[in-house]
């Protein structure tokens, strides 16, 4: 099998940082994954069998786009180390068990984060608004109880948004709440279709609640999902991580660039991603505008607001 692809825009110095001194990125690549990798210019062509050959595409591309600075070849081999995704007998990715039979990861970076969501026990997904960090994390989570790998999946967020005046909302605590929550509810119904989910919340297979409802718990054999991590405290996040319970998968996503919390609180989410970045067992999987999967526009908006922040 022969895979051809051209990186655009291209960017010389780019191009220079993913190949590495003497092209010794490339090499690793081949060696690893017994592909042969030729290139001309922002051409390359990967010769190998197919499922290898398409793994060390992505790979490419994902160095590619880290490639602003140098990359060491320490990281080259750590991206090696991972598993390249499942596939089937005709060397395509194996379908998620959700509504959705097309899903697929549709950047490398998607594909390099439900990597780690299947072989960690937990991910952390950081990246600005668009990228599919949360609704990818919901189908695996899907596919997990399809598969009986867990036996109920929880999905959480802070609602931290409303802070003091959910008491003067209209309501039960429920209703209060239930605003904050709709992102999750609108991707279960997208993967599962809306009877199936009632089905699933009678027979208590899934729950959605808010942060503060987790503590004191033990979460065992559950699919366990925090969204919009970024507006967790460092306590909140702590006690979030450690509600793990035997046979359970953990995955947390998060925009640090959308943080809501009063001025001078630290973010959950940044402490983590310092705390716990060489803690076995643990992933973090960074998304980019080139992952945004929504409307062309929202990749400029993200890069402009990048920019701003940068000056």
Do not use: W
């Not at 990125?25 to 690893?32: G, K, M, N, T, V």
């Not at 991580?241 to 001078?264: C, E, F, H, N, Y």
């Amino acid at each position: 099998m022969i895979l051809k692809h051209t990186f655009s825009p291209l960017n010389n110095t780019r191009l220079s940082h993913l190949c590495g001194p003497l092209e010794e990125h490339l090499r690793s690549i081949e060696a690893q994954l017994n592909v042969k990798i030729t290139r001309r210019q922002g051409h390359f062509k990967v010769e190998g069998p197919q499922g290898l050959a398409t793994h060390a595409l992505q790979i490419l591309q994902s160095l590619y786009e880290q490639a602003r600075r140098p990359i060491e070849q320490a990281h080259v081999h750590l991206m090696l180390s991972a598993p390249p995704p499942d596939l089937n007998a005709s060397g395509q990715p194996v379908p998620l068990l959700t509504k959705r039979g097309d899903l697929r990861p549709r950047t490398p970076n998607q594909g390099h984060y439900m990597d780690r969501i299947n072989t960690h026990d937990i991910t952390f997904g950081i990246g600005p608004a668009g990228t599919g960090k949360t609704y990818l994390a919901v189908a695996m989570a899907i596919d997990a109880l399809e598969r009986q790998s867990v036996q109920r999946i929880v999905l959480t967020r802070p609602a931290v948004e409303a802070g003091e005046k959910l008491g003067f909302l209209p309501g039960d605590l429920g209703q209060k709440v239930d605003p904050y929550l709709r992102p999750l509810y609108d991707a279960l119904y997208d993967l599962m279709g809306y009877e199936r989910v009632q089905k699933t919340f009678e027979r208590q297979a899934l729950e959605i609640a808010p942060l503060a409802f987790m503590r004191g718990r033990t979460l065992n054999h559950a699919f366990v999902i925090l969204d919009e991590a970024q507006n967790t405290s460092t306590e909140q996040m702590k006690m979030f991580l450690t509600r793990l319970g035997l046979g359970s998968k953990a995955v947390i996503t998060g925009d640090i660039s959308q943080i809501d919390l009063p001025k001078g609180q630290q973010s959950g989410l940044i402490d983590a991603q310092k705390v716990l970045k060489n803690v076995q067992g643990i992933a973090f999987s960074t998304f980019t505008s080139a992952d945004v999967v929504r409307h062309p526009l929202v990749a400029r908006i993200v890069d402009a607001y990048d920019k701003k922040r940068s000056v």
